[in-house]
């Protein structure tokens, strides 16, 4: 099994930056494809960001690109997801998600374990 525990959540400005951690206990994750995801209030939850396992390959909602940067140190088994240039539509709840198949992508039923995720929040 594998637990993650997101932390570095906030009240942030708009404009302003935020950094996520995922760090992960119980077995290494050095071989799965890693991602955040994000739910808003009354909203479904939305991909935002995923790695794979070398952190060679990394994917980006529309709505985050050139914002935000995901990465990864497997040494620590600790994902991270950069925040910058956060707009109030940037609040949610953000949740880290890992997948053993290795394979990323924007659906959430690839990824087999999840966080409880982290509060962000952007006031305007």
């Known amino acids: 099994q594998v637990q993650l525990v997101e932390s570095g959540g906030g009240l942030v400005q708009a404009g302003g930056s935020l950094r996520l951690s995922c760090a992960a206990s119980g077995r290494t994750v050095r071989s799965y494809s890693m991602a955040w995801f994000r739910q808003a209030p009354g909203k479904e939850r939305e991909f935002v960001a995923s790695?794979?396992?070398?952190?060679?390959?990394?994917y980006y909602a529309d709505s985050v690109k050139g914002r935000f940067t995901i990465s990864r140190d497997n040494a620590k088994n600790t994902v991270y997801l950069q925040l910058n240039s956060l707009k109030p539509d940037d609040t949610a709840v953000y949740s880290c998600a890992a997948s053993s198949s290795g394979l990323t992508g924007t659906y959430s039923s690839r990824y087999d374990y999840w966080g409880q995720g982290t509060q962000v929040t952007v006031s305007s």
């Open positions: 790695i794979n396992w070398s952190g060679g390959i990394t």
